[in-house]
T-cell receptor, first 116, second 110 residues
C-alpha cells in the first residue's frame, strides 16, 4: 500500500512552546490530508481536513488558532501546535488520500507529543 | 457526527481460535473500513467493504456488512499471538471523511 510518513515520531517540549509535525505522502499525490488526535486507549478523533492549496476545515471544538494546519503541496501537510500545554499531550496521526487511492486513507505512523 | 460503536471493547482468546468483532453505525455510508493498530503505533488498513457489498475476504480476515442493520463484523480465523492489537472500524460518507468506532482491543494468548 501507499506510504505516509510523519516526523517527528516523538517530541517532548516545554509548556508554551510550539511544535510542528510533518506528514508526507511518499509515493502518491495526496489531494486531501486528515489530522487525527488519539488519547490513550481511545479511538481517533478527526481534528481537521486539509485539501492541497486550501484552508483546512476544522471539526467542531478544535481551535484553529491553536492547531495550525498547512497543506502547501501534494505531498506535505504540517500541523503546528502553538503554545502547547500539558493537555495537548496526545498521539497525533495524519492520513492521506488522493485521486488514485480509491477512497482509502493511508495513515502515518503517528507522532507522540508530550508537553511538560 | 455519526459514531461507530464496536463490540466487544476488549476480547481475549487463545491462539488458534477465531475472533469476531462487531461494529454498528448510525447513518448511511459509502463504505466501511477496518483498521488495525498496534500499541502506540499508526493504523494499518485491513479491508474496505463498499455499501453494495455484503461480504469480503482477505487472507484470514472475513468482513460482512449489513446495511439494513447498519452493522459490520470482522472475523479473524485461526488467530495468532501477532494478531494482538486494537481493531477499529471506520465509516466513510459522501464527503470521504472517516468516522471511527471506539475500537476493540484483541489479545491473543499463545
Amino acid at each position: 500500500g501507499a506510504v505516509v510518513s510523519q516526523h517527528p515520531s516523538r517530541v517532548i517540549c516545554k509548556s508554551g512552546t510550539s511544535v510542528k509535525i510533518e506528514c508526507r505522502s511518499l509515493d502518491f499525490q495526496a489531494t486531501t490530508m486528515f489530522w487525527y488526535r488519539q488519547f490513550p486507549k481511545k479511538s481517533l478523533m478527526l481534528m481537521a481536513t486539509s485539501n492541497e492549496g486550501s484552508k483546512a476545515t476544522y471539526e467542531q471544538g478544535v481551535e484553529k488558532d491553536k492547531f495550525l494546519i498547512n497543506h502547501a503541496s501534494l505531498t506535505l501537510s504540517t500541523l503546528t501546535v502553538t503554545s502547547a500545554h500539558p493537555e495537548d499531550s496526545s498521539f497525533y496521526i495524519c492520513s492521506a488520500t488522493g485521486l488514485l487511492a480509491g477512497g482509502t486513507q493511508y495513515f502515518g505512523p503517528g507522532t507522540r507529543l508530550l508537553v511538560l | 457526527s455519526q459514531q461507530g460503536e464496536e463490540d466487544p471493547q476488549a476480547l481475549s482468546i487463545q491462539e488458534g481460535e477465531n475472533a469476531t468483532m462487531n461494529c454498528s453505525y448510525k447513518t448511511s455510508i459509502n463504505n466501511l473500513q477496518w483498521y488495525r493498530q498496534n500499541s502506540g503505533r499508526g493504523l494499518v488498513h485491513l479491508i474496505l467493504i463498499r455499501s453494495n457489498e455484503r461480504e469480503k475476504h482477505s487472507g484470514r480476515l472475513r468482513v460482512t456488512l449489513d446495511t439494513s442493520k447498519k452493522s459490520s463484523s470482522l472475523l479473524i480465523t485461526a488467530s495468532r499471538a501477532a494478531d494482538t492489537a486494537s481493531y477499529f472500524c471506520a465509516t466513510t460518507n459522501a464527503g470521504n471523511m472517516l468516522t471511527f468506532g471506539g475500537g476493540t482491543r484483541l489479545m491473543v494468548k499463545p
